[in-house]
């Protein structure tokens, strides 16, 4: 998630953006959003957890995963939009400066915790 937002931030964009993460541990659906805060502090929050669909005569968890997943879309949309202006116009007065952006050290890879 970071390094999607670092590259965001380096088109340097003037309004909010976030990032979006999906985690799925069976039974459950986390969503969490990352932004930055000030120089090299980075905010992920978990925004909502929703239930995957045991069954399909269960209806009740579809509509509250699709009612997430407007949700996202929605913060999905501002963070787009933002790009798209940036993309037409070069922003002069960036909402982040690029001095805020901590350095990686190593790319991101998959690693499976196994409890106990």
């Not at 309004?15 to 969490?32: A, K, R, T």
């Not at 005569?57 to 929605?74: I, S």
């Amino acid at each position: 998630m970071k390094s999607a937002l670092d590259s965001i931030l380096k088109l340097q964009p003037e309004g909010d953006v976030c990032v979006i993460g999906v985690l799925v541990c069976e039974p459950l659906v986390e969503f969490y959003t990352m932004r930055i805060h000030a120089k090299a502090t980075y905010i992920m929050h978990r925004f909502v957890v929703a239930y995957i669909i045991p069954e399909a005569m269960n209806v009740f968890p579809l509509v509250h995963l699709m009612e997430v997943f407007e949700h996202a879309k929605a913060k999905v949309a501002q963070t787009v939009g933002q790009l798209r202006r940036v993309k037409v116009h070069a922003s002069e007065n960036p909402k982040v400066p690029l001095s805020w952006l901590r350095p990686s050290f190593k790319k991101p890879k998959r690693c499976q915790i196994v409890d106990g």
